[in-house]
């Protein structure tokens, strides 16, 4: 994961443009949403949505 400072990109998460987040694989993810998903528990509604949004992540191949 890396931090990225400097232009906007739009956060998979809430879909907005933001200057400050983390790059998971190919999705780019907000401070701001990643601080909300990782406070929220299992049982609560928008663990679901989370899920839902996460599902487009893809893992870039690896070639050897």
């Known amino acids: 994961m890396k931090t ?6 739009a ?10 987040g983390i790059h998971l ?8 949403c ?3 998903m990782i406070h929220t528990e299992p049982k609560e509604e928008q663990y679901q949505y989370y899920l839902h949004k996460l599902k487009r992540i893809s893992k870039p191949t690896l070639y050897s």
């Open 4 to 9: 990225v400072e400097g232009y906007k990109e």
């Open 11 to 20: 956060c998979g998460i809430c879909e907005q443009e933001k200057y400050r």
């Open 25 to 32: 694989y190919n999705l780019f993810i907000c401070c701001e």
């Open 34 to 36: 990643e601080q909300k």
